[in-house]
Nanobody, 122 residues
Framework: QVQLVESGGGLVQAGGSLRLSCAAS????????MAWFREAPGKEREFVAA????????SYSDSVKGRFTISRDNAKNTVNLEMNSLKPEDTAVYYC???????????????WGRGTQVTVSS
């Protein structure tokens, strides 16, 4: 199994920034596409951003494009999400996931972290 552990969540004021990190176990991290999803209370899990196994391509949801940046460091088995210009509607539990076939669909991913809470105050 691949273990994924998110960190970096917290409370921030609107307009502020946070950097989330996801640490992965295993020796095959560089083979996996990685993604971030988020889930607000009472809502379904939604796609945020994805990055290819090599880091050569990325994709973002329209709601975060231009504000968030996904990156990875295969040597350190980590994937990051820089979140800038945060809005109250960004408040959610953020999850990292690995091995997706279709980047924006949660069911295409095999491994998930337990999530980290991001709260943006107005």
């Amino acid at each position: 199994q691949v273990q994924l552990v998110e960190s970096g969540g917290g409370l921030v004021q609107a307009g502020g920034s946070l950097r989330l990190s996801c640490a992965a176990s295993g020796r095959t991290f560089s083979r996996y596409a990685m993604a971030w999803f988020r889930e607000a209370p009472g809502k379904e899990r939604e796609f945020v951003a994805a990055i290819s196994s090599s880091g050569g391509s990325t994709s973002y949801s329209d709601s975060v494009k231009g504000r968030f940046t996904i990156s990875r460091d295969n040597a350190k088995n980590t994937v990051n999400l820089e979140m800038n210009s945060l809005k109250p509607e960004d408040t959610a539990v953020y999850y990292c996931a690995a091995s997706g076939l279709i980047p924006s669909i949660p069911t295409s991913y095999d491994y998930w972290g337990r999530g980290t809470q991001v709260t943006v105050s107005s």
